[in-house]
């Protein structure tokens, strides 16, 4: 029994002889379901965020470089699994971050008081250059290089939030939700990524991915809990 590219025939088969699924049997199976799991979250990931951008009309506390280079990142990334051929399970997320993460940098550039001609000559470079990445036509070698880059450009650009929010002593407008679906999927895309035998490059950008937003999920409940009893005092 095959479906969505998952066979099920080997766990089925077990469980109707009265036995469990050996681990060669289920590790793929829950593999498979976990990737799905993580891109059906990925639809809505950052929602949390773009919704409570929106609700307050303000981006404070948000650092308009580190949403830009998340963008650029996915892009490196979802060029380089289409590249490689990964099972969509593996990497699908990716196109749905990809999009967001583009809403969610047109909302803060929207709300900020002052977007300069830097930013928009970035925005135009971006728009010239993204095309021709996603459909993969760059040399072969060049690619490679640019996929060992994006680990330090998704780092990169965590850094600056992370910055922020530990000069300010606040997470300002950051979405607990949003990292904390992060933060869980990268733990399952590490599972997944081993188990599909996916490049060494792509576990290592999991494993970054669960350190950075970490860091800032934690900053978030250590910043937000001081806010949130100074304003019950006030009351």
Same mark, same amino acid.
Request: glycine content about 6%; some cysteine; overall charge positive.
């Given at each position: 029994?095959d479906?969505?590219?998952?066979? $099920?025939?080997?766990a089925?088969?077990?469980?109707r002889?009265?036995?469990?699924?050996?681990?060669?049997?289920? %590790?793929?199976?829950i593999?498979?379901?976990?990737?799905?799991?993580?891109?059906?979250?990925?639809?809505?990931?950052?929602?949390?965020q773009?919704?409570k951008?929106?609700?307050?009309?303000? =981006?404070r506390?948000?650092? =308009?470089?580190?949403?830009?280079?998340?963008?650029?990142?996915?892009t490196?990334?979802l060029?380089?699994?289409l590249?490689?051929?990964?099972?969509?399970?593996?990497?699908?997320e990716?196109?749905f971050l990809?999009?967001?993460?583009i809403i969610?940098?047109?909302?803060?550039?929207?709300?900020?008081?002052?977007?300069?001609?830097?930013?928009?000559i970035?925005?135009?470079?971006?728009?010239?250059?993204?095309?021709?990445?996603?459909?993969?036509?760059?040399?072969?070698? %060049?690619?490679?290089? %640019?996929?060992?880059?994006?680990h330090?450009i998704?780092?990169?650009?965590?850094?600056?939030?992370?910055?922020e929010?530990?000069?300010?002593k606040?997470?300002?407008?950051?979405?607990?939700?949003? $990292?904390?679906?992060? $933060?869980?999927?990268?733990?399952a895309r590490? $599972?997944t990524?081993?188990?599909?035998?996916?490049p060494?490059? =792509?576990?290592l950008?999991?494993?970054?991915?669960?350190?950075?937003n970490?860091?800032?999920l934690?900053?978030?409940?250590?910043?937000q809990r001081?806010?949130?009893?100074?304003?019950?005092?006030?009351?």
């Amino acid at each position: 029994m095959d479906y969505l590219g998952i066979d $099920f025939s080997c766990a089925i088969g077990s469980l109707r002889h009265g036995k469990f699924p050996e681990k060669d049997c289920l %590790l793929p199976l829950i593999s498979k379901l976990l990737g799905y799991c993580i891109v059906a979250a990925s639809t809505t990931v950052k929602l949390p965020q773009i919704l409570k951008i929106l609700k307050h009309r303000s =981006v404070r506390g948000l650092s =308009v470089v580190a949403f830009e280079l998340e963008v650029v990142g996915y892009t490196i990334s979802l060029a380089y699994c289409l590249h490689k051929g990964l099972p969509f399970s593996a990497y699908g997320e990716l196109a749905f971050l990809f999009i967001q993460a583009i809403i969610l940098v047109a909302i803060i550039y929207y709300f900020s008081q002052d977007v300069g001609t830097m930013t928009w000559i970035r925005t135009l470079l971006f728009c010239a250059v993204a095309p021709t990445v996603l459909a993969g036509r760059i040399d072969p070698v %060049l690619f490679e290089a %640019l996929y060992a880059s994006q680990h330090a450009i998704f780092f990169l650009a965590k850094v600056p939030q992370i910055w922020e929010n530990f000069k300010n002593k606040s997470t300002g407008e950051l979405s607990f939700l949003t $990292f904390l679906i992060n $933060f869980g999927g990268a733990m399952a895309r590490v $599972f997944t990524s081993i188990q599909e035998k996916a490049p060494i490059s =792509v576990i290592l950008g999991s494993v970054r991915s669960v350190l950075t937003n970490g860091t800032i999920l934690s900053q978030i409940i250590i910043y937000q809990r001081p806010r949130a009893q100074k304003e019950k005092k006030e009351d």
